[in-house]
């Protein structure tokens, strides 16, 4: 319940973001160095994808966390 309230109080918006698309960011994070879980790339996917409006010009942060995928899965994963 204390979740469903933090959202309802803070969340003004909620963006979708494809399977595709969070397999695309993973390889592109992974070729940049980083190994980030699935999950942990939704927001990195969102703007990759421009499924943000209203964001050119501005300062924007994306939170990229978890590290809980092994290279087998990674193979899995868009060169």
């Given at each position: 319940?204390?979740?469903?309230?933090l959202c309802e109080k803070y969340v003004e918006n909620i963006v979708l973001v494809t399977d595709?698309?969070?397999?695309?960011?993973?390889?592109?994070?992974?070729?940049?160095?980083?190994?980030?879980?699935?999950?942990?790339?939704?927001?990195?996917?969102?703007?990759?994808?421009?499924?943000?409006?209203?964001?050119?010009?501005?300062?924007?942060?994306?939170?990229?966390?978890?590290?809980?995928?092994?290279?087998?899965e990674l193979s899995n994963f868009p060169d």
């Amino acid at each position: 319940s204390l979740s469903y309230e933090l959202c309802e109080k803070y969340v003004e918006n909620i963006v979708l973001v494809t399977d595709e698309e969070i397999k695309s960011a993973v390889s592109t994070l992974y070729k940049a160095g980083l190994v980030v879980e699935p999950s942990g790339t939704a927001a990195f996917a969102a703007i990759t994808n421009e499924k943000i409006p209203d964001i050119n010009g501005k300062n924007v942060v994306v939170i990229l966390s978890g590290g809980n995928i092994g290279k087998d899965e990674l193979s899995n994963f868009p060169d």
